[in-house]
């Protein structure tokens, strides 16, 4: 089956760092991507990763691993708007996204 | 641009009772989604239309619920009868196509309640 694990729940401190961790299973690979949902809004785009490496875009950077089945999410300089879910979701060999079921950041002053 | 346009944002009604939910994508996305997502969950894919074509329903209940995509625009998802069960925002989503980056947005969803 497919299958997509993160971390229920995370807490961080203002202006600290943090990395929210994805490991995923399956059925083929076009790509990871990384989304925000703030509580009760939509899910907005972060990052896309296909090629193992790191991608970085502002304080945001996005990890991938393809042979390890992993990729993080590091949030630097935490600021109390980056509190929120992330999700990480990948797509499979029929270009269909795979969802986790979200990580919730906490952030604390 | 005006981004997906969602209608109503929030719905209750009780069981058994028949509920539709509205969807435009953003102009000239081919790609449109109907999503349920539960809390504390990521969402769910219900099915997935190419331009007026339902290419993935697999996980559509299709005994209560149903989708269209008139003119391969406009989306309506309907549930009749609603279950308890149903409870649950409901996400739309567009992408210009099924490439290779396929960047979903989404709109601000239906909150559905049923009592």
């Known amino acids: 089956g497919q299958n997509i694990d993160q971390p229920t729940e995370m807490t961080a401190t203002e202006g600290a760092i943090v990395q929210i961790n994805c490991t995923y299973q399956?059925?083929?690979?076009?790509?990871l991507f990384w989304y925000q949902q703030h509580a009760g809004e939509a899910p907005t785009f972060l990052s896309y990763?296909?090629l193992d490496g790191l991608e970085e875009k502002g304080r945001f950077s996005s990890f991938l691993s393809r042979s390890k089945g992993y990729s993080y999410l590091l949030l630097k300089e935490l600021q109390m708007k980056d509190s929120a879910s992330y999700l990480c979701?990948?797509?499979?060999?029929?270009?269909?996204?795979?969802w986790g079921a979200g990580t919730k950041l906490i952030i604390k002053p | 641009e005006a981004g997906v346009v969602q209608s109503p944002r929030y719905k209750i009604i009780e069981k058994k009772q028949p509920v539709a939910f509205w969807c435009n994508p953003i102009?000239?996305?081919?790609?449109l989604y109907w999503y349920r997502q539960n809390l504390g969950q990521g969402p769910e894919l219900l099915i997935r239309?190419?331009?007026?074509?339902?290419?993935?329903d697999s996980q559509l209940p299709k005994d209560r619920f149903s989708a269209e995509r008139l003119k391969g625009v406009d989306s309506t998802l309907k549930i009749q009868p609603a279950e308890l069960g149903d409870s649950a925002v409901y996400l739309c989503?567009?992408?210009?196509?099924?490439?290779?980056?396929?960047?979903?947005?989404f709109g601000p969803g239906t909150r559905l309640t049923v009592t």
């Open positions: 989503a567009s992408s210009l196509d099924m490439g290779v980056v396929n960047e979903q947005y």
């Open positions: 102009s000239g996305h081919n790609t």
């Open positions: 979701a990948v797509q499979d060999s029929n270009y269909q996204l795979i």
């Open positions: 399956t059925s083929g690979f076009n790509g």
């Open positions: 239309y190419e331009n007026e074509e339902a290419v993935d």
């Open positions: 990763n296909v």
